[in-house]
């Protein structure tokens, strides 16, 4: 087992809050399966 055999993606999250009201939050949640490292 090299240590690296359980990794089979990548998950990536990106949370972007405004405290300006008048701005939209957004949750972003990015899945890449199989990516090459």
Same mark, same amino acid.
Do not use: R
């Given at each position: 087992?090299?240590? =690296? !055999?359980?990794?089979? !993606? =990548?998950l990536a999250i /990106?949370?972007?809050?405004? @405290? +300006?009201? $008048?701005?939209? $939050? +957004?949750?972003i949640i990015e899945f890449? @399966? +199989? /990516?090459?490292?």
């Amino acid at each position: 087992m090299d240590g =690296k !055999g359980w990794q089979k !993606g =990548k998950l990536a999250i /990106e949370i972007t809050i405004y @405290p +300006n009201s $008048n701005q939209q $939050n +957004n949750l972003i949640i990015e899945f890449y @399966p +199989n /990516e090459p490292s």
